[in-house]
C-alpha cells in the first residue's frame, strides 16, 4: 500500500512541476514595435518572461522578448560588436513579468500609426476607384 501511496505522489509531484513550467512569447529581434513573435517554456525555475525594448545605431528601435534569469531582469544593457569592442551596436532595457504570457506588450505608437496609415491609403483607394 506504501508503495502505491508514493508511485501516486511521485507522479502528481511530476505533473505540478511540470505545470510550473513559465511559458512566454519569444521574439529573438523585432524593429519599430513589430516583432514575430512564437511561445517558449522558460527551462530554469528562477527564469521570468522579459520585455526588452531598445535603441540600436542612435535612432532605431528594436525589442526583444523571451524567458530570462531574474538576476538579469529590470537591467540596461550594452551590446557590442566583438568581444574586445569598444563601439556600442545597441542598448537594450529588459523588464520582467512573472506569470504566462505576461510579456506581451500593447501595441505602441508605431502600430497605432501603420493602422492609421493603412486605413488612410485603403480609403483614398476606394474613394478613387469609386470617382
Known sequence: MNRILCGVFAL???FAVAQAQLQCYKCDIGFFGACIT???TCS???DQCFNGVGTAALFMKINMKGCLAVSSCNQTSDVAFGSNSNSTIYKMTKTCCSTNLC????RGAYGSLLSITLLT???AM???ALV
Open 126 to 128: 476606394i474613394t478613387g
Open 44 to 46: 530554469g525555475l528562477t
Open 103 to 106: 510579456n506581451l506588450a500593447p
Open 38 to 40: 512564437t511561445t517558449t
Open 12 to 14: 502528481g509531484l511530476v
Open 121 to 123: 491609403l485603403t480609403g
